[in-house]
């Protein structure tokens, strides 16, 4: 009885969110660390991790579908840091599997996003890679939607040395001077080389499980964003929550420095 009272009360909290936000400004590209899945099994007495994980890869699809209620253009979903990528393989493994699966079912047919994988994709093994391509490639073609962006084997210091040698490259490849390119290099060329096809910078980072750090997570991107720090570990994290970290961003005067 009572956790039907506590559903009744939620739903109409969600509805008061909703309107409270109708004509107030809302971020574009919402980065969200999903932390706290390993925290949350231990907390609810599970003594394997690997369900932690999976319940965190379940909120995916209900965090993206509150993104597409609130008309969120683009989401980076932070599944995997390329420092996560030392973890001893009994870890890892089935890690990488869960963010597989998750992306595999983002890309099934009747869901709305187009999905792309982005990090360093080659750090992976070989096998979940393509697992990985093979799914998001299904997905490009998809019109309307939050586009979607899974960092895995991400690291923002990694792709700011990935971006420079990329434009280095195409630089080269073209037939130009690596010299004529130092003297004119500008922050553009580091914007349109970054993982993202997208490549749009990021309005609010979300983070939660209540850690207060970015850790390496869109530096580049997130230069300019608003940080809001949710105290709820992933699997638990609510709809209204998501709402309140919106309301949080429309109360803030954005001033980029200035």
């Excluded at 109409?12 to 980065?31: S, T």
């Excluded at 393989?89 to 963010?99: M, V």
């Excluded at 393509?130 to 998001?136: C, E, F, I, M, Y």
């Excluded at 309140?244 to 961003?249: E, F, G, K, P, V």
Aim: overall charge neutral; charged content about 30%; hydrophobic content about 40%.
């Amino acid at each position: 009885m009572r956790a039907k009272v506590r559903a009744a009360l939620d739903v109409l909290y969600v509805k008061r969110l909703v309107k409270q936000l109708e004509g107030r400004p809302r971020p574009q590209h919402i980065g969200i660390m999903l932390d706290g899945n390993r925290r949350w099994a231990k907390m609810s007495g599970i003594a394997d991790p690997r369900e932690g994980y999976r319940a965190g890869g379940a909120k995916v699809l209900d965090f993206l579908r509150w993104c597409d209620s609130a008309q969120i253009e683009h989401v980076t979903l932070f599944m995997l840091s390329d420092d996560n990528l030392a973890r001893p393989e009994d870890q890892l493994n089935p890690l990488i599997d869960i963010i597989a699966e998750v992306v595999e079912q983002l890309a099934a047919p009747g869901n709305p996003w187009r999905v792309e994988a982005v990090g360093a994709l080659d750090l992976l093994p070989a096998e979940s890679a393509s697992r990985l391509k093979t799914a998001t490639a299904a997905t490009q073609d998809r019109k309307g939607g939050t586009k979607v962006d899974v960092a895995v084997g991400y690291g923002g210091r990694r792709e700011i040395v990935d971006a420079v040698r990329s434009a280095l490259t195409e630089h080269s490849s073209q037939g130009g001077d690596i010299d004529e390119l130092i003297e004119s290099f500008t922050m553009e060329h580091i914007s349109k080389h970054l993982y993202s096809k997208t490549r749009s910078e990021s309005d609010l980072i979300i983070r939660t499980s209540g850690e207060q750090r970015l850790s390496g997570f869109l530096l580049w991107q997130s230069a300019y964003a608003e940080v809001h720090f949710c105290e709820t570990y992933w699997p638990d994290f609510r709809e209204i929550d998501f709402l309140r970290a919106l309301r949080s961003y429309s109360l803030r005067e954005r001033r980029y420095g200035r």
